[in-house]
Structure formats: structure tokens, C-alpha cells
């Protein structure tokens, strides 16, 4: 690159990594507020939500950059406009072409880093997130022990405890069990404890109360006892079957038979290739999105009230080439052969940013055409 190319790129990735820092975390704060409280409420330690927050990253980043990218270029492309920058580099000979390289560049740097999350990070993090909140959600204990309030380990099944003191004993607990449908139970006791014992987990009740409501007969009976234990272990099935996601798996591993695929998802063709190719199109709208953005504000020269109009210009453009990249997803789902439509807004975006620098290029090309059709 040249010593221009290298300013100009390099300033682009500078206001790109700020923006894309701001962006990621307002992002992050607004998903983390639900997150920690949905952990923290369920009894799970603070290691957790910050575990949680990592896996959640990548997919959360390749989000914001096509923002970030787009950001950046209009910012520079403005600045270096309102600086006289590019009127000087357009005086001594260069042309929209040649001012729209390092843009290029910066894109496609852009491009090649979100290909790389999309392709490999995103279904990485996602898949070993999945694990941990299948792992949390068989975690009978850690889904007991939240005082004060009424937990549902199964629909058939409530419990609660008022408190829990610092070696672990439950205060004031209530257990009630309808997973028969002949009768009901209830347990009350004044104290409990969990009690591990390899992959089983048992409820030792201590000074209690048992009530057996016998639906057929309408009969209540009741029982004082001393201690009893009750076994929670099938509370929370631990059978898991294994299913291949295909959100979750890397693109090596959708680059094999479809068939094969759509038979161990659950998916459909279509599914895996909206999936496939969205991973190689989301980054190729990271370039539309730089090239848009440095177009418009080249061919919207000098005004008093600034480049406003310019930035909602190629706002408006990204949000309807957004919008029609969304609809065409419906079409490759239904029919794994359409998928070239996923590219088509790029391509159509690449266009319009080439049509506005060859505008930017001939800016008489309007007033010759007339001309032309006068003397005709």
C-alpha cells in the first residue's frame, strides 16, 4: 500500500475499533442486566455470568461490526472532507477510484475478521454455551438452593425454603410433590440438607410434616416424622440425546453431505444452506456497508448545513439492502438451490456504491447528455 493507503486505512481502523468497542458494550449492557439476573436469580455464582458473558461475545460482536464498519467510514470520509483533505488529493489527480482503494481495503479487512468469527468462533462459543446451560439446568442443587422463592424443578413439583445459612442447612422448607395422579404430597420440616452421593441427590428432612391427599377418595392423611429423606435425583431428567445443531457446528463440518446433515438436525436442506452461505455473505456486507458509506458522502459535495443528508442517504440504502438480504432467507429455506439470493443485496450495494463513483468520476455527465440531446 501506499503512504495514503496506509493513513487512510489506518484511520478508518482506528474509529472502527471505537466504535465497535461503544457498540459492543451498550450491547453487552443490555444483555447482561437479563442475563445476571436470570443467573444470580437461579442461585448461580458471579464465575458463571462471567462465563456466560464470554460465550456470548463472539456471536454479539459479529453482530455490531457491519454498524462499526459503516460508522467509521462515513466518520473519516467526513472528517477528511471537512479538512480539505480529499479536495487536495482530488486537485493533484486523484480520482474517485483511487480515493475509494484504502476504503476498500479497510473493508475487506473487516470482512475477513467477521468471516472468521461467523465461520468458526460464533458456532464454537454458541455450541459450548449450549452445553453449559444444558449442564446448569440438570444441576438439581444449584437449582434448589434460592431462598425465598417458589421453585419448579418439573411442573409437578414446587419447592421452597425461607432460608440458607451459612453451612448449608435449608430453614423452613416446603416440598410439594404431584407427579402421581392419584394422590399429593406435601413436605414441611423445620430443616434439611442435600446429600450427594455420586450421580444421586437426596433431600434429608429433619422435624416435619407429611400430608398424602388420596384424589380418588378425597382422603387426607398426615404424619409427623424425624427425619426422612427423598430422593430429587429424577426431579431433572440427565438423559440427553446427542443432536447435531446446525447453528452451532463450524462451516468445515457443513461442507459434508446435506442429507446426512438435514437427517442428524432435524433441518432442512434449505436450513443448511441459508446457514452455510449467510456465513460468507454477512461478511461480504461488511464491504457494501464501507463502500456505501464513503460514496455517498464523496458525491454529496459542499453544504452549509453539513453531510446529513448524505448519512441518511446510505443509511436508508444499508437498512433496505438489510431488509431485502431478511426476506430472501424465507425463499433459501424453502429451497436449498436459491441460495445465490443470499448474495444478491451485496452485490446489488457493490453496484450502487461503483454507480456513484463513476457519477462521482464524470460529475458533467448530466449537462453533456443534454447538450448531446440538444443538438440532436
Known sequence: MSRFDRYVVSQLLVLFGFFSLVLVAIFWINRAVVLFDRLIGDGQTAFVFLEFSAL???????????IATFAAAVYVTNRMSSDSELTVLQATGSGPWRLARPVAIYGGCVA??????????????????????REIAQNIT??????????????QVTFYTRDIDEEGVLRDVFLSDRRDATQGVIYTAAEAYLVRSGDATTL????????????????????NFADFSFDISALVSTD?????????????????????????????????????HAR???????????????????????????VWREI??????????????STLVGEVRDDAALWPLLYL??????????????????????????RRRAAA
Open 56 to 66: 456470548g461475545l463472539p456471536k454479539l460482536i459479529a453482530t455490531v461490526l457491519p
Open 112 to 133: 475477513l475478521a467477521l468471516a472468521v468469527l461467523t465461520n468458526f468462533l460464533v458456532p464454537m462459543a454458541q455450541a459450548e454455551l449450549e452445553e453449559r446451560e
Open 142 to 155: 444449584s437449582r434448589l438452593l434460592t431462598e425465598g422463592t417458589f421453585l419448579h424443578p418439573t411442573e
Open 204 to 223: 434429608i428432612m429433619v422435624d416435619g410434616l407429611a400430608q398424602r391427599l388420596d384424589r380418588d377418595q378425597l382422603r387426607l392423611s398426615t404424619a
Open 240 to 276: 440427553t440425546v446427542e443432536t447435531l445443531t446446525i447453528a452451532n457446528t463450524a462451516t468445515p463440518g457443513l461442507l459434508g453431505d446435506w442429507d446426512d446433515l438435514a437427517a442428524r438436525s432435524g433441518d432442512s436442506r434449505g436450513d443448511i444452506a441459508e446457514e452455510l
Open 280 to 306: 460468507f455473505a454477512g461478511p461480504l456486507f461488511c464491504l457494501v456497508a464501507a463502500l456505501i458509506g464513503f460514496s455517498t458522502l464523496l458525491i454529496g459535495g459542499f453544504s452549509r448545513f453539513g
Open 312 to 325: 441518511v442517504i446510505a443509511f436508508g440504502l444499508l437498512i433496505a439492502l438489510d431488509g431485502a438480504r
Open 345 to 370: 443485496p451485496s452485490l446489488v450495494g457493490l453496484v450502487l456504491a461503483g454507480g456513484m463513483l463513476v457519477h462521482a468520476a464524470n460529475p458533467g455527465w448530466r449537462a453533456r447528455l443534454k
